[in-house]
């Protein structure tokens, strides 16, 4: 029995592990994203559209998402590296990015859903393309659903693994949030008409405004965590400074 504790002692640390990066990750990617009030946009972008193409449409946008979601959750730190960025820099400047568009959209969600509109619909030339798919990767996948914010926050979130916490299972938690997201993007997409009916402008700005919230307290507190590691470098630093004075 003794033999076997470690591995059950393993197992729990990575099960709790992939657990708490799970709900870090989603409602950091759930807020940034905001599917919901993405579908009224995606609505008026397909207007004139049939329910066959709409559904196959939903389909295609999800799948870029989530490429797009998953390269910057798995190669976002080899990226920093190739750039020599460090992850805290990285971090701070994704929590003030995160930060700044949740405040935004906290005071006037009108204003965000107006340049949300601007991207999808690229002067009406969306809705007129002869051929839809034309549209799925750009402009509605990047950077109608997925955009630099989305991508700075995955990024952020693939290489925030803690040093005390196995990074197969960090990774699992992460890669868990972000389809379960992308998930509800097909979900919300592929029912737009029935939302808008359902939710409406104001129930739309109403779960926004919740929305912007949870996400403003992730960016603030992506940030310390950047501005913590900074200064826990810096400490270090002047430490081994010390020790060889």
């Not at 940034?32 to 579908?39: E, M, Q, R, W």
């Not at 929590?95 to 965000?112: F, I, K």
């Not at 919740?210 to 002047?238: K, S």
């Amino acid at each position: 029995m003794s033999a076997h504790f470690p591995a059950m002692l393993l197992t729990a640390t990575a099960f709790t592990s992939s657990i708490s990066s799970f709900l870090l990750a989603f409602p950091a990617l759930f807020s940034i994203v905001n599917p919901f009030g993405a579908a009224l946009i995606f609505a008026q972008a397909t207007a004139g559209r049939s329910q066959t193409e709409i559904m196959a449409l939903a389909r295609l946008v999800s799948f870029y998402s989530l490429c797009l979601i998953m390269a910057s959750l798995w190669l976002g730190s080899m990226v920093l590296a190739f750039f020599g960025i460090t992850v805290n820099a990285l971090r701070v400047a994704g929590g003030l990015v995160v930060a700044v568009r949740a405040w935004d959209l906290l005071q006037s969600p009108e204003t965000v859903e107006a340049q949300k509109e601007k991207q999808a619909l690229q002067g009406g030339r969306t809705v007129m393309a002869p051929n839809w798919a034309d549209a799925a990767f750009f402009p509605l996948a990047m950077p109608f659903t997925v955009g630099p914010g989305t991508i700075a926050v995955a990024i952020a979130l693939g290489s925030g693994c803690p040093s005390d916490e196995p990074f197969w299972a960090y990774t699992i938690g992460t890669t868990l949030a972000g389809v379960c997201v992308v998930a509800i993007v097909w979900a919300a997409y592929s029912g737009a008409d029935k939302l808008v009916s359902m939710l409406g402008v104001t129930g739309t700005r109403i779960v926004s405004r919740m929305a912007a919230l949870v996400l403003l307290c992730i960016g603030v507190q992506i940030l310390a965590a950047g501005v913590q590691g900074f200064a826990i470098d810096m400490w270090r630093h002047l430490l081994a400074i010390k020790l060889h004075a």
